[in-house]
């Protein structure tokens, strides 16, 4: 699966979690530092932090991090079966 590709499949992901009722295309800006972020790391912690992060700067409200770290881990399940199909 080609970067593109694997791009299309998280922000689906992230459109489908949408933890602020924004609908489809709500919140690119943040789906894009979302992604930058599952491409630079590779531990669900480092990422569901900065999800954390990017909502609180953007919305200036904190979502739980536990529920930021399913999404992360889920994110990071489908980087890894991108890697592992190659």
Known sequence: MESKELSYK???????????????GGFDP???????????????DLIAK???SVFEFSFE?????????????TLLGIKNEDVCSL
């Not at 922000?11 to 489908?16: A, H």
């Not at 530092?33 to 790391?41: E, K, M, R, S, W």
Request: with cysteine; charged share 25%.
């Open 10 to 24: 998280l922000i689906d992901v992230l459109n489908k979690w949408d933890p602020f009722n924004m609908g489809e």
């Open 30 to 44: 943040e789906i894009a530092d979302i992604l930058q972020a599952v491409h630079d790391y590779d531990d669900g």
């Open 50 to 52: 900065r999800i954390q």
């Open 61 to 73: 409200q904190v979502l739980p991090y536990k529920e930021c770290l399913t999404i992360a881990n």
